[in-house]
């Protein structure tokens, strides 16, 4: 079983920063890449950015010199910055963390976490 701990949303004004974490725990044996996807209402969830366990990113282009992911392999943790926040930011953000575990077999659609709700006022 892995288990996904998210924290950091909040209600934020335009322009504000708000930092997301995700940590995983449980029976892990290593992890691969890890990533934010958010869902705004009446939307389909949506790749935000991803890290691989090289340190290679990738970005949404709607995000894109405003989020930073990161990660924190010994903690099993990922992270993503958030500055220059938007309106249309408004989301739930879930991480997403794909887990070579201790025993059984891989998941391919990695795990998620709860989602943590990110809302950004004019």
């Known amino acids: 079983q892995v288990q996904l701990v998210e924290s950091g949303g909040g209600l934020v004004q335009a322009g504000g920063s708000l930092r997301l974490s995700c940590a995983a725990s449980g029976s892990i044996f290593s992890i691969n890449a890890m990533g934010w996807y958010r869902q705004a209402p009446g939307k389909q969830r949506e790749l935000v950015a991803a890290?691989?366990?090289?340190?290679?990113?990738n970005y949404a282009d709607s995000v894109k010199g405003r989020f930073t992911i990161s990660r924190d392999n010994a903690k099993n943790t990922v992270y993503l910055q958030m500055n220059s926040l938007k309106p249309e930011d408004t989301a739930v953000y879930y991480c997403n963390v794909d887990v070579n575990p201790l025993s059984g077999i891989r998941s391919l659609s990695g795990y998620w976490g709860q989602g943590t709700q990110v809302t950004v006022s004019s």
């Open positions: 890290i691989t366990n090289s340190g290679s990113t």
